[in-house]
């Protein structure tokens, strides 16, 4: 039987995907660097594990020796994504992970060619970062194939794991992205805003650096590229104020108190919580002579979909064949969030 991996499945999300894994009678071998967590919910579900950190690609590599497919769940994935997929290439092993991070998508596809010469598929961003957008982006590109700007939504009530906090954290000093002709750029906090109707009511919502900024270009070819979610006015008038004191953020010794906050605070949605809430996504094309196709749907709860739309990605990318760089929608196809909502 072909080996797989989640690393990282101490974390919010790991933990939820590992138990969720149990369920299904699947059988990973559970991974992270905190001996004591790891070993204890490894003899809690039965499965096999392993003990390592991210510090050196060469002794990753020798840990992934057996694996076929790496699911990596420890975020921020800027901390922990490189090494992890250069170990990957090296051990010939299919990377996947749960990231949202604009620069770990560029990365990956950066490393096509490597991925491909090695036969794996490189493919990050397989919950609900970025499955549901990257699918919906394919529709709405084949329902105006000469769409030359995209813009996706998304209205979730989710609240945070301490993993995606802390990403958050880290994008605040960051800024702001769209794509523009093609390119990624940086644009201050809160760059553009607009009214949109997720499915809920129309809302005022805000531009933010989603990972789709990366991978919608990707799947579609579209140059012009905007993410948006809701935001009260105050909300938007706050970060804006936060873009004179943006580099501040930046500092070590900030995001680190920061960090740290939210290990103390944060600890992600309840299973009420996640059985509850609901998440309502939003896309819009529109070409060159200004007509515009908009396409709306409801997914369950972003963590919820996060769990098992990376499981359904790690049984299709034990079976796959292809290898180097993919988003979610080209790996598999865009009626992928169908299947996982089945």
Do not use: E
């Given at each position: 039987m072909k080996k797989w991996m989640i690393y990282g499945a101490n974390g919010y999300s790991g933990d939820l995907i590992a138990k969720q894994a149990q369920l299904q009678n699947l059988q990973p071998v559970i991974a992270g660097r905190n001996s004591e967590t790891i070993k204890s919910l490894a003899e809690k579900l039965g499965f096999e594990y392993q003990v390592f950190d991210l510090a050196d690609t060469d002794a990753v590599a020798e840990q992934l020796q057996e694996i076929e497919v790496v699911l990596n769940c420890a975020g921020p994935f800027s901390m922990t994504a490189q090494v992890m997929i250069n170990a990957c290439i090296q051990s010939k092993t299919h990377y996947l992970d749960i990231t949202g991070e604009i620069e770990i998508f560029e990365?990956?596809?950066s490393l096509d060619q490597q991925a491909k010469d090695a036969g794996v598929v490189l493919c990050?961003?397989?919950?609900?970062?970025?499955?549901?957008?990257?699918?919906?982006?394919?529709?709405?590109?084949?329902?105006?194939?000469?769409?030359t700007h995209l813009a996706l939504g998304f209205d979730s009530k989710s609240g945070f794991s301490p993993g995606t906090a802390k990403t958050s954290v880290e994008g605040l000093a960051q800024g702001g992205k769209i794509r523009k002709d093609g390119q990624i750029i940086k644009v201050p906090l809160a760059y553009k805003t607009r009214k949109i109707d997720f499915g809920n009511g129309e809302k005022l919502a805000m531009s933010i650096p989603w990972g789709d900024v990366s991978t919608a270009h990707f799947t579609t070819d579209i140059p012009n590229i905007e993410v948006y979610i809701p935001a009260s006015p105050n909300l938007v008038k706050k970060l804006k104020k936060m873009n004179y004191i943006r580099p501040?953020?930046?500092?070590?010794?900030?995001q680190n108190f920061l960090?740290?906050?939210?290990?103390?605070?944060v600890k992600g949605p309840t299973d009420k919580q996640r059985a509850q809430l609901k998440t309502y996504l939003w896309g819009e094309v529109t070409n060159a002579k200004g007509e515009s196709?908009?396409?709306?749907l409801i997914t369950s709860n972003g963590y919820t979909l996060t769990v098992t739309g990376s499981l359904k990605m790690v049984e299709h990318t034990l079976k796959t064949d292809k290898s180097g760089y993919y988003t979610p929608s080209t790996l598999v196809n865009d009626k992928l969030l169908e299947e996982i909502e089945s």
């Open positions: 990365l990956a596809k990050p961003g397989v919950g609900f970062d970025v499955i549901p957008t990257d699918c919906l982006a394919s529709q709405l590109k084949t329902l105006m194939p000469d769409a501040l953020l930046g500092l070590g010794f900030v960090k740290k906050r939210i290990d103390k605070t196709k908009q396409l709306r």
